[in-house]
């Protein structure tokens, strides 16, 4: 393995990038393309946004990859707790909204971090967003991640699952996002071959994403719906907007920092509906769904 | 004039809401109705949530009114830098979407707060939010708030257009949100006359709302328009919805200390849409809307 620097990760993310927008198109169909939209950045450093809109499958899929550096400023050294002068961090984040309200809206991303003192952290996560709840699906989606999250760290599952609940949750509605998933962050190491082990990790969950995400794509666009599960379907992305941009740190501190408004509003969905007081029957496919996002849920041992 | 104490206030902003949704909803059209929503909050008072949804003009409307009151949290102590222990907090806020796009959406808010201590301070705001921006229309909301403004103070319009030019601005777009109006807050007197004149201004501009945008209503609800300017409009609408959850101080605040969420949120447009790097051609009616937004502009003295 060549030296794992800055320039081999980004450009390890980046390879990453293209692989999921080929195999995401793939699973979309054969017209499917992820156009590429390569942008500077003035403070140093740029990234590529690949953007698939109106596809058959998928209504809008963002895949976006960025490798930044520049000087610390006194609020991100005040809001990380370090210090240092200069940092550079690159990642790749993904959101895919697809037209059928059965299939999931997804979201996924995976960051490294570093300092020129030498201090570096790895951070991440991944959640599954579906306009309905299933039981077999969550539990897929989480039985796909605890495999990864397994060949890497005994406990990763059991620390980061919960970090997901706690993170994927709107305050305001009383609601979880969606049915979790997994979310890390300060992940480092003491030596290159821990350092090693947590870029793998990344990277693992990075090429899981095509993976779990065309299988619901396949297992799903064709499903039959009608206006009913249309209208609770943008009503969903509505409380998607809503976390994103009253609660997600990423969003948030990209719109302060003077960042790409584009690529980072990309999560943002192609619709979204907001009707007053809607409150489903708790019997309904919708009622039955908010039950579920209305309290923490261990799918893995839900019978 | 009975004494101008907070009950007085209050059931005064009520009246007013009432008045409000009579005379819109006789501009909507024979069916109009703006629905009661009562509701009570456990920390103390309460409100009035009244929304017209799928009018003949209006898509989405919501009137609401609150009266809360309750103990001072230190944070709040903080931000609003005041002594005290107990608050009490009235007022009125709107936000209107009509169907057709060359209707403009518009806000207003009306608002008392008071201290036990003693200290109290009005404030409040309208702005309006045109889908395509015309000088001439511009130009009339601007004259109509000047004369509200000009009846209770000599400087009122010239303090209060260039606050709401700083408060109605969208930072990650470098876009004020429309047209601008007025934004002010932390009016308070030294007497009573002082204080009845600051209510009056208050009174007096929510009782200006019906009549602008009645007028607003009339002269554009049957404009003729296509898909072209209904996509035009649910872009806008996602950028209002950017602005209200990612800046609005009352939208935040309310959020944040577990305030009603569907009263808050009654904000929200009742569709809007994210695609991805819209960029309008200059000489388009879009684009030149855009360059209106893109730049501070005194409506009374343009050519």
């Known amino acids: 393995m060549p030296d794992l620097d800055k320039e081999f990760i980004a450009s390890r993310y980046r390879a990453i990038q293209d692989h999921i927008c080929i195999k995401i198109a793939e699973a979309d169909g054969e017209c499917a393309n992820f156009e590429i939209d390569e942008w500077d950045r003035p403070e140093g450093g740029g990234g590529v946004s690949r953007i698939l809109q109106n596809g058959r499958i998928l209504e809008k899929a963002g895949v976006n990859f960025s490798a930044v550096s520049g000087s610390l400023t006194e609020p991100m050294r005040e809001s990380l707790k370090i210090d240092g002068d200069q940092f550079f961090a690159t990642g790749v984040s993904i959101v895919m909204h697809p037209h059928n309200p059965y299939v999931p809206i997804i979201h996924m991303n995976i960051r490294y971090f570093e300092i020129d003192d030498g201090t570096y952290w790895f951070g ?131 719109l302060h920092s003077n960042g790409r408004t584009e690529s980072i509003l990309m999560s943002l969905p192609p619709q979204a509906n907001w009707v007053y007081n809607v409150e489903p029957e708790s019997d309904s496919p919708e009622g039955q769904t908010l039950q579920w996002l209305r309290q923490t849920n261990d799918w893995l041992n839900l019978q």
């Not at 796909?144 to 406990?155: N, P, R, S, Y």
């Open 124 to 254: 991440g996560g991944i959640d599954l967003t579906p306009h309905y709840v299933h039981l077999d699906q969550a539990r897929y989606f989480h039985t796909e991640l605890k495999t990864v999250c397994d060949a890497h760290g005994a406990d990763y599952y059991a620390r980061f699952k919960p970090q997901a609940d706690t993170y994927f949750y709107i305050p305001h509605r009383a609601e979880t996002r969606g049915v979790g998933g997994i979310f890390y962050d300060h992940l480092s190491g003491t030596n290159e071959s821990e350092k090693e082990a947590l870029f793998g990790f990344s990277c693992d969950l990075g090429l899981l994403f095509p993976k779990v995400y065309a299988k619901l794509m396949n297992d799903n666009f064709d499903k039959p719906y009608s206006n009913r599960e249309k209208e609770w379907q943008l009503i969903r992305r509505g409380r998607y907007a809503e976390f994103n941009l009253v609660y997600d740190r990423g969003t948030r501190f990209g």
